[in-house]
Structure formats: structure tokens, C-alpha cells
């Protein structure tokens, strides 16, 4: 008879700059020895193993992974299961790896005019202005802890620097000031 494994997570670090470490902190139980815990991300259809470590006498374990492409993935821990214990995964959702960009936000005096990607700028207008990206391209933003997922609305900004303007819904739902540094996924 084996028994059925389970993992706990106590601290996961899944949002960070590229070029930083992703951090996977807890235990497996039953709590036993040396048992191999892997941190595991999605490409493509299949799951790879970017850590392993070995679980300590009372069943803890601590996975790293360091970031060097910029995105979101999903990830997820895994223990294979041995002679006395079950196998067990658990999904951890998405892991955010960011780059530093400048960012200004832009609307009053605009409001009911077009945008370049279709529809209306209204003063709830979720959305971002970017030069190359296309029309309705999710940008996951992060700024002091605050994070959205908005579309790509419309172009701009055209003040050198600057890789987003933000709509003024975007700018008030993230606690944005007037200029300034965010975190993105493009």
C-alpha cells in the first residue's frame, strides 16, 4: 500500500524581471526523506523540468529557476512517487517574466475620439497605445504590486523614450503616476 503524496506551497515568487530567479518554497507529505520535487514549465505542448531538488528529513524542498525570456508560462511542480508514495503534481499557474519599460498614459481631451485599432476612447477604456505591437495583443503590466492584462488599442506614444501610453482606466486600476517605469510581458 502506498501512501497518497500531496504538495504544499508556502512561498512562490512568479512574478519577476528577466534575467531574475523564480522561487518555489514547501513540502511533500507524508513527510519523508529525499524524495526528488522538480519545477516544471510548459513550452509548447510539453512540460520540462527547469529544477530539481531533493526533500529534507521533514519533507521540505526549494526550486529555482532563472528567467531569460520574457512572457508567461505556466508552471507547475511534480513529484514521480516512489515504492511507498503516490506520484503528485500541482499546478502553480503562470509564471510572469517581465522587462523594464518607460510608460505615460493619455485620454482627457481625447475622449470620443477613435482609436487605431477600431472602437471609441471613452474615459473606462481599458486598453494601451503601442507603436509595432498588433491590434489586440494582451500586455500583461505590473506596477508596485498592481498588475492588469489589457489589449493593445491603439499607437503611440510618440515622445521619444517611451514604449506605452496607457489609457486613463489602465493608469487609475494600476495607481500609475503621470510618467514612469512598469514591468511588461513584451
Known amino acids: 500500500v502506498r501512501a497518497s503524496s500531496r504538495l504544499n506551497v508556502e512561498r512562490l515568487h512568479r512574478n519577476v524581471v528577466a534575467g531574475r530567479t523564480i522561487r518555489v ?12 520535487v522538480s519545477l516544471q514549465v ?3 505542448k ?4 527547469v529544477d530539481t531538488d531533493r526533500t529534507s528529513a521533514d519533507g521540505r524542498y526549494s526550486l529555482r529557476w532563472r528567467t531569460n525570456k520574457v512572457g508567461s508560462r505556466k508552471i507547475r511542480i511534480s513529484f ?9 503534481r500541482r499546478n502553480l499557474g503562470y509564471a510572469n517574466v517581465y522587462r523594464t519599460a518607460m510608460a505615460s498614459w493619455y485620454g482627457p481631451g481625447l475622449y470620443g475620439n477613435g482609436v487605431a485599432c477600431g472602437g471609441t ?3 473606462s477604456t481599458m486598453g494601451v497605445a503601442h507603436k509595432t505591437l ?17 489589449p493593445v488599442i491603439d499607437r503611440g506614444p ?3 523614450g517611451r514604449d506605452y501610453d496607457l489609457t486613463e482606466a489602465t493608469r487609475n486600476r494600476l495607481g500609475f ?3 514612469g517605469t512598469i514591468w511588461t510581458n513584451h
Open 25 to 36: 518554497r514547501g513540502t511533500l507529505s507524508p513527510l519523508t526523506g529525499e524524495r526528488h
Open 134 to 150: 498588433p491590434c489586440g495583443t494582451k500586455v500583461t503590466i505590473s506596477y508596485h504590486g498592481r498588475t492588469v492584462t489589457v
Open 46 to 49: 510539453r512540460w520540462q523540468t
Open 158 to 160: 510618440y515622445i521619444a
Open 80 to 88: 514521480q512517487g516512489s515504492a511507498t508514495q503516490t506520484a503528485a
Open 42 to 44: 510548459r513550452v509548447g
Open 177 to 179: 503616476g503621470g510618467v
Open 121 to 123: 476612447l471613452m474615459p
